[in-house]
């Protein structure tokens, strides 16, 4: 009899296995920080992210939610958990489904690149505390994902910062090519109230010949907190490549309207396009309740929702 015992009782801890729910079943992934552990996490995050793209959202959820099994903790796999989350909760509550929503997704799962102050430029510029100037808790911002590296497919692009309650005079953007000379060098007075600001590199400077594709730039902002002690800047820095969009998003954009075209950029992982005409959108149409949408689920999805109810200046 105990033969017979024994077998059932395996069965029955099968069967009961089975029925476990899949959060506890978490133990059983790949040891994390294992080989076959990193090779699955990015399997499950690429098919994550080509179920978003075709707008598979629960199928989306499913492989980002096993992504989160082989990296327990990982920012993205949690990042896109929430953002597709939303947009399951949203399509349940709304009578007319959108074609999709725009989310940015990342060209590569690399280091975040920091949008806090940044290490030594030069003799001349430097990142120190910046707290002699910077009136409330919230820092010199980047909006920029967190990615190592900014994408564009602009010769003159847009940079956007959250900029603090401040006693700066002056803000100053500086931009850097491979061989770090100075190519690009703008200072502007400090808004009277916090919030977003933006810069465009001008396309009519006979001093700037604009960003060439295929080649990375560092940029570098700061908060003139003392115009005679530099060392005083508060400063944040960071990458920006130009690239050239392949005949796939090419062919996508040739029938798009603005708002289509800033999806297609962000799941393009092409960050910059997609902010920069959204922002246009919501200056131009600050009422209209669906590109609010867009900015918010935009940010959101580039781990920026702290900025999302910041205002946009001019």
């Known amino acids: 009899m105990k033969p017979v015992f024994l077998s059932r009782c395996f069965c029955v801890a099968f069967i009961l296995g089975s029925l476990l729910p899949v959060s506890l079943n978490a133990s059983l992934a790949n040891p994390p920080g ?14 994550g992210y080509t179920a978003t793209r075709q707008r598979n959202y629960s199928e989306a959820l499913d492989y980002f939610r096993q992504a989160l099994y082989e990296r327990p903790g990982d920012r993205y796999a949690t990042l896109a958990i929430s953002n597709i989350g939303s947009y399951i909760s949203r399509d349940r509550r709304s009578s007319t489904k959108r074609k999709t929503y725009i989310t940015f997704i990342p ?5 975040a690149t920091k949008r806090t102050p940044a290490a030594t430029r030069s003799d001349q510029i430097r990142s120190e505390s910046g707290e002699v100037c910077i009136q409330s808790k919230k820092r010199l911002t980047a909006i920029i994902p967190g990615v ?9 692009p847009s940079f956007f910062f959250y900029v603090p309650q401040t006693s700066a005079p002056v803000m100053e953007l500086v931009l850097q090519n491979e061989q770090e000379e100075v190519i690009y060098q703008k200072t502007l007075p400090v808004p009277s109230k916090p919030g977003i600001v933006s810069f465009s590199l001008p396309p009519t400077d006979a001093n700037f010949a604009g960003l060439q594709v295929g080649q990375s730039y560092q940029w570098y902002f700061s908060l003139i907190c003392d115009r005679h002690e530099r060392s005083s ?26 708002e289509e075209q800033a999806t297609i950029y962000a799941l393009s992982g092409i960050w910059e396009n997609a902010l920069t005409i ?27 929702e702290p900025m999302i109810n910041e205002p946009l200046l001019p």
């Open 148 to 156: 190592d590296v900014l994408r564009t497919t602009q010769a003159n």
């Open 34 to 47: 294992t080989l076959q552990a990193r090779l699955d996490y990015n399997q499950y995050m690429q098919l």
């Open 233 to 258: 800047d508060y400063v944040i820095k960071g990458d920006i490549a130009r690239l050239a969009p392949n005949n796939s998003v090419n062919s996508q954009l040739a029938t798009a309207n603005l």
């Open 107 to 111: 060209s590569n799962l690399g280091i």
């Open 278 to 304: 959204v922002a246009q959108l919501r200056k131009s149409h600050p009422n209209d309740l669906a590109i609010k949408n867009d900015w918010e689920d935009l940010l959101r999805s580039g781990d920026l």
